[in-house]
């Protein structure tokens, strides 16, 4: 990579920090753009529930589907429901749900965010006495932070119902029994980290979908691109989170 | 080389002195290495109709976006009602912003919004206590403004160019502004659509006595609307004037506009 392209690289990641920085700075002051925020949780939330939910459904009958003939090799089929729920919770649910987050939600703001900018939409809300910052950044970084962990719970939900569907294409297991075996092996510390870090995966996809949309520039070429770069970032900044949030767990020994 | 044609705004004699509503003074502003606006000067009088004149690039809408406040000059004065636009707070410059209405060059109507919600915002936003009746009356008497009632209920995505920019300027004048300003009225519209949009600003003027500040490079516009003419050429006010006068010009960066 060429000296300038670092440059460029180096001066967007600041930029996005301030832009960042700036939502901290903005988001507890008065006024309160509270509608608008309940209206975000409703479009990112609820109408990516049903997204979340089928790859979830598929994720966990597929994952349960593929593990069966390894654990029958080893003569451990039994632990196929805590096997699959430990690998569910801690790490399948929270990063599929967050790349199909980004992949929606990530592209939506962008687009969006990026057409309001050349249409001048932006600066209309401005002379209109209304801070463009926290009507449209704050309220969808809020909820895109929020709703996230409430869709992974969901979608963990629904996984671990694909994966008991799963279990009984070859097999018999009663309702009650596979769930008492997911639960009994999953433990506080399989949880919290997972829910934990499906904040931070939420906030990426808000604030980089917000900070390319708000950025755009140079007509409806921009848009696209704008929505196309808050794919791929948010992508790999959830990655990039993935695998701090594990050294983070294996500090505190949460693993 | 030929001096410009300049004509200065002409002195009142005083007790008819018309109101300054606008004033702005050694304005500059730049992007980078790229000087846009260069000692530029203008004032605008309560009652009156002012097209800014300059090619596309000029700085037109520049101008227009500092005395908004979108904008921060790099250096000079910009006051709007006597006051300077760069030092207000956010309070200060939402009050301004009150009585100056702004139609978009393209128009910038909501598109997640109907066009009720759209001449409902600027109400809402600006933290006017009001019940919903009145709003709802408001939004009808802007709309009959421009004739367009009948589209209360539809989404922008639906309507036509010029409907747009007929709901834009119902928009604006919603908070009956005392002065409008105009970017670029007629650009992207067919000539008779665009004569229709001026005659509406004409009239909407003559109703309710704002003011309008009217960048535009198109001739039809200033023939029609302005009561003065100033012609912004390499970031500065080259010369300023009734469309007559300027038409009669024999300098050739003036003429090269009416021929």
């Known amino acids: 990579m060429q000296i300038k392209n670092w440059k460029n690289w180096f001066d967007e990641a600041g930029d996005m920090s301030r832009f960042a920085g700036r939502f901290f700075s903005q988001w507890f002051r008065p006024r309160y753009e509270v509608a608008e925020f309940f209206r975000q949780c409703f479009i990112i939330g609820y109408k990516s529930l049903p997204l979340v939910g089928l790859t979830g459904f598929i994720m966990g009958l597929v994952l349960t589907m593929q593990l069966r003939p390894s654990l029958i090799d080893y003569g451990v089929e039994s632990q196929l429901p805590a096997m699959v729920g430990i690998a569910i919770v801690r790490e399948i649910g929270p990063v599929i749900a967050a790349l199909i987050f980004a992949g929606k939600i990530g592209s939506s703001i962008g687009a969006e965010l990026g057409s309001m900018k050349v249409t001048e939409q932006i600066d209309a809300m401005e002379v209109s006495g209304t801070n463009p910052f926290k009507y449209l950044v704050v309220t969808r970084v809020l909820a895109t932070t929020l709703m996230l962990p409430v869709l992974v719970m969901l979608g963990d939900a629904i996984s671990l119902y694909g994966s008991y569907l799963g279990v009984n294409i070859r097999g018999v297991t009663s309702f009650q029994l596979f769930w008492t075996q997911v639960f009994d092996n999953l433990s506080f510390s399989d949880v919290l980290p997972a829910f934990i870090k499906s ?17 755009s520039r140079k007509g409806t070429e921009g848009v696209g691109r704008s929505a196309n770069s808050a794919v791929v970032l948010s992508s790999i900044l959830i990655f990039i989170i993935d695998l701090i949030a594990v050294q983070v767990t294996d500090i505190f020994e949460l693993n | 080389m030929e001096t410009a044609f300049i004509i200065p705004v002409k002195p009142v004699a005083t007790g008819t002195k018309k109101e300054e509503v606008i004033r702005i003074q050694g304005l500059y502003k730049s992007f980078g290495t790229n000087q846009v606006l260069i000692d530029f000067n203008l004032q605008l009088f309560a009652g009156e109709n002012v097209v800014v004149l300059g090619k596309s690039g000029s700085g037109k809408s520049v101008l227009i976006k500092c005395i908004i406040g979108l904008l921060q000059p790099d250096q000079g004065l910009v006051q709007v009602f006597g006051k300077n636009i760069p030092d207000l707070s956010h309070e200060e410059l939402d009050k301004i912003r009150m009585k100056v209405g702004f139609l978009f060059q393209s128009n910038a109507l909501y598109d997640s919004m109907t066009v009720k919600e759209n001449l409902e915002f600027p109400l809402r936003r600006h933290s006017i206590r009001m019940e919903q009746q009145e709003v709802d009356e408001l939004v009808l008497n802007a709309l ?21 920019k007929r709901i834009a300027l119902a928009r604006t004048l919603i908070l009956r502004p005392d002065i409008i300003l105009y970017d670029e009225p007629t650009t992207g519209l067919d000539p008779i659509t665009g004569k229709e949009i001026i005659e509406l600003m004409v009239d909407i003027q003559k109703k309710y006595k704002s003011s309008s500040l009217i960048i535009s490079h198109d001739m039809n516009c200033v023939r029609m609307a302005a009561d003065r003419v100033v012609m912004l050429i390499d970031g500065k006010c080259y010369v300023q004037g009734s469309y007559d006068e300027l038409k009669r010009s024999a300098d050739p960066r003036v003429k090269e506009y009416f021929e």
């Open chain 1, 199 to 215: 904040f931070f995966f939420g906030f990426a996809v808000g604030v980089v979908g917000c900070y390319k949309g708000y950025n």
């Open chain 2, 144 to 164: 009959d403004d421009v004739g367009l009632a009948h589209t209360i209920n539809l989404m922008p995505a639906e309507l036509s160019g010029g409907m747009r």
